[in-house]
């Protein structure tokens, strides 16, 4: 089983301040290294009244300076929204700063906000992409190419040979067929096995090799607690702004599904399968029964909650949960660092 962080670093009043969030990301991922942890997710949007990370790969090099081993995982990048050179230039530097251990989901974004903030035509998002890509997967060899009418290099390159891995996201079907032609796999979001479905038709239509399905990371939002009663009240606010915030963004996509539902009460929140707050005990239960092939992942901060919070649950998972996890073989003791 795969232990992982995702942080999107939304700050809204209900909350704590941005500052002492990115601080507990930092050293959650510390912590997080120190114990085996391999995935750090990292999202991106613009704009955000709420201060959604606009900077995933700023961030993404400060845990690089605090971790080892951790793979930093950008999902989604929205690729569309950058430079292509400058993003290629990015990428590389970071990829060396962390000693080859970057990836990305890239994207086409959804939010009209964000397009007219940058300046790109909404029409032109999927045609942005499959240009950027195709000039990282150039820039990276380190040789000149031509763009845009003239010549150009990008120096150093990255050290994972012969790049690193780029993952396609999406949620709509037309996003399963886009990444069975882009990069090196797929990372849909709402019916994954739907998409993944016709992601795998498309590849053999294609002519091209079926790569394994990545882990499917879950449950949203785990928090393991010596009293879920009494914590129930204290995660329900934020849990209720991060799922309501992301099911009304999910409607400006026009398509595709989402795994946030609109959720009115925090007993309705707890009805839902994939906010879970649970005792040790019922967290080793949730391992076994998702299994060896899953990935178990934690966002100690969502929607704000106050740091101290999620190190509660970090740290019973820590103490109480990650030893049963390796007596029973779902994870390596020698996975954590001396």
């Not at 209900?14 to 990292?42: H, M, N, R, S």
């Not at 990048?77 to 990305?104: C, F, K, Q, W, Y």
Request: with cysteine; aromatic share 8%.
């Amino acid at each position: 089983m795969r232990l992982s962080l995702r942080y999107d670093m939304r700050a809204p009043s209900i909350g704590a301040p941005a500052a002492e969030l990115y601080k507990a990301a930092i050293d959650q991922c510390d912590w997080a290294d120190k114990l085996g942890f391999e995935t750090v997710f990292l999202a991106e949007h613009h704009g955000a009244e709420d201060g959604y990370c606009a900077s995933p790969l700023i961030q993404g090099s400060a845990i690089a300076a605090r971790t080892e081993r951790m793979r930093i995982h950008f999902s989604a990048l929205v690729a569309v929204l950058h430079n292509p050179l400058r993003l290629a230039e990015d990428l590389a530097t970071l990829d060396i700063i962390s000693g080859g251990r970057i990836e990305m989901t890239m994207g086409i974004g959804y939010r009209d906000s964000e397009y007219a903030m940058f300046e790109i035509p909404r029409a032109r998002r999927v045609k942005i992409l499959e240009e950027t890509i195709g000039i990282l997967e150039k820039a990276w060899t380190g040789e000149p190419f031509e763009y845009r009418g003239m010549t150009v290099r990008v120096r150093p390159t990255p050290v994972q040979t012969p790049r690193p891995p780029i993952y396609i996201g999406g949620s709509a079907e037309a996003s399963a067929r886009r990444a069975a032609k882009l990069g090196d796999n797929y990372m849909p979001a709402g019916d994954k096995d739907g998409l993944y479905a016709i992601y795998n038709e498309e590849r053999r239509k294609l002519g091209l090799p079926i790569p394994p399905r990545p882990p499917n990371p879950g449950p949203l939002f785990l928090f393991v607690s010596d009293d879920p009663d009494r914590d129930w009240p204290i995660l329900a606010p934020h849990l209720l702004y991060t799922t309501n915030s992301n099911a009304q963004w999910a409607k400006e996509r026009g398509v595709g599904t989402t795994t946030y539902p609109f959720v009115e009460s925090i007993e309705e929140l707890k009805k839902q399968k994939h906010f879970v707050v649970v005792t040790p005990e019922q967290c080793v239960d949730l391992c076994v029964k998702r299994g060896l092939d899953s990935e178990l992942m934690f966002q100690p901060l969502m929607g704000g909650l106050a740091p101290e919070h999620g190190w509660r649950s970090l740290e019973l998972f820590e103490a109480k949960v990650l030893p049963t996890l390796e007596e029973l073989g779902y994870r390596k003791p020698a996975q954590r660092a001396n």
